[in-house]
């Protein structure tokens, strides 16, 4: 059961991942240049999902829409984990003020709207897909300098920890050689929930027009481009919807999966 | 001049001074063993601890304890981080734990001479895998490339002795280093701590609350309770001769051959009530 969860999860993200290489060299049709002739047809051949009401034909956009999704979520996961996985680890490992200070500045960015950062962001840099990776990576600081501050404090308590010190290791050392090591499973499925909560981002700051402007397609532009025509092509929206839908599910599952795949008391003993 | 010096060394908790430790004398000279024989919470471990400078922030200490010539009272992190695992190192109690998860053991011990000696890797290799074989790992080259968790408790306790031996330190401290070990393998790893400790010379505190295992590696006794030193002696003396009633208790407690079959087991109690005992 277990098992099956991180498999689907596995799939899909294989899906969105090799659907995002695969955009990058060959989309079946031009996912930008418009054709007057071909607005709003069905799913059929060629046009596997329709077209838009550009003419243009959806799947091409949904693959060139996952390479942009895949593109943000390494950049403000990356960033993310980045910033917060050494302020984390300070925090837990210098304890007392310091320990005080940073978790009080992350409990400060955490309260702050992603949305209005990335409102604000948009207003003074003009809407990009940079824009939304800086406001999406920012906001999520907090989430993993908490996961790697809780498990910072729990190697620090660890046994070998203390033996380490016996042996003469600096602090630097000990959080080098001890506590990233063991606290790496914990910041993997955090980046792996992350990714599944920039994703979602992204298509929501895509869909109000803050984040990658058209033409260039994103899942959530797609849908906001789709909005108009649900009376004539209802399926039109279904797409981008699904996609999202998938990556999302299946970046989650990954993440639940590889928690209960890691953590020691639910592995079955070899 | 003895190696280390414990002078009214005296350890309190927190914010309410709890007291764990209320002044502590005793010396050990180079090479010499010192046992501390007591019940938990009699402070052996925080003594130890303290020699090591490794107490929790909230520890409140006074006192002096000098260690070859320098005060580890109040010596800043740095300077402790220097004398330790180089001067001083520490065998812990529970090997399952005592060990990092996440790196070769082989790794762990090459650490701790790197720390010290700056050592390059491939000598280090050699080193290390040399002291695993000195303490008792047959088949040490494949034990320095295997995870703790593939090794035995045994074998584990082994490699934190050689953590705490590959440096020659002039004093090795052992909490309780065999108490989480079954009993065939605790004799095996105690006869060859004996052993090494021998072959290098150096000086050992062994902290235990069994008089038995005190008796197999140490001369020299220190019995503790409630934060004080009640008996200091040698082991025969102490056997033969105890003065306090708490270590006439102990003492009879250890001496199965004396029991009468049908009869009830001495206890503690029976001989020393007084103190913070009900």
Known sequence: MKRAQLLTGLVLVALVVLTAVVAVFWTPFDPIRVVPGQRLLGPGWPHVLGTDGFGIDIASRLMVGARTVLLVGIISVGLSAVVGVPLGLLAGQAGGWVDEVVMRLADIVYAFPALLLAILLASVFGASTLTAMAAIGVATIPAFARVARAG????????????ARASGTSRWGIARRHVLPNIAPLIGVQASVGFAMAILAEAALSYLGLATPRPNPTWGNMLRDAQQFLFVAPLQALWPGLAIALAVLGFNLLGDGLRDYLDPRLREVP | MSLLDVRDLQVDFGRRHIPAVRGVNFSLDAGQRLGVIGESGSGKTVTALAVMGLLPENAHVAGSVVLDGQQIVGLAERGLARLRGNTVSMVFQEPMTALDPTMRVGRQVAEVLRLHQGAESGPARERVVAMLAEVGLSDADRIADAYPHQLSGGQRQRVVLAMALINSP?????????????????????????????????????????????????????????????????????????????????????????????????????????????
């Open chain 1, 152 to 163: 910072t404090l729990e190697v620090m308590a660890s046994d070998f920890v203390l033996a």
């Open chain 2, 170 to 278: 002039s004093l090795v401290i052992c909490d309780e280093p065999t108490t989480a070990l079954d009993v065939t393998v605790q004799a095996l790893v105690l006869a060859k701590l004996d052993e090494v400790l021998d072959a290098s010379g150096a000086a050992c505190l062994f902290i235990s609350h069994d008089l038995a295992v005190v008796s197999q590696v140490c001369d020299q006794v220190l019995v503790m309770l409630d934060g004080r030193i009640v008996e200091s002696g040698t082991v025969e003396k102490l056997f033969t001769a105890p003065e306090h009633p708490y270590t006439r208790g102990l003492v009879a407690t250890a001496r199965l051959d004396l029991t009468v079959p049908g009869q009830r087991l001495p206890t503690v109690d029976d001989f020393y009530a007084g103190g913070d005992h009900g």
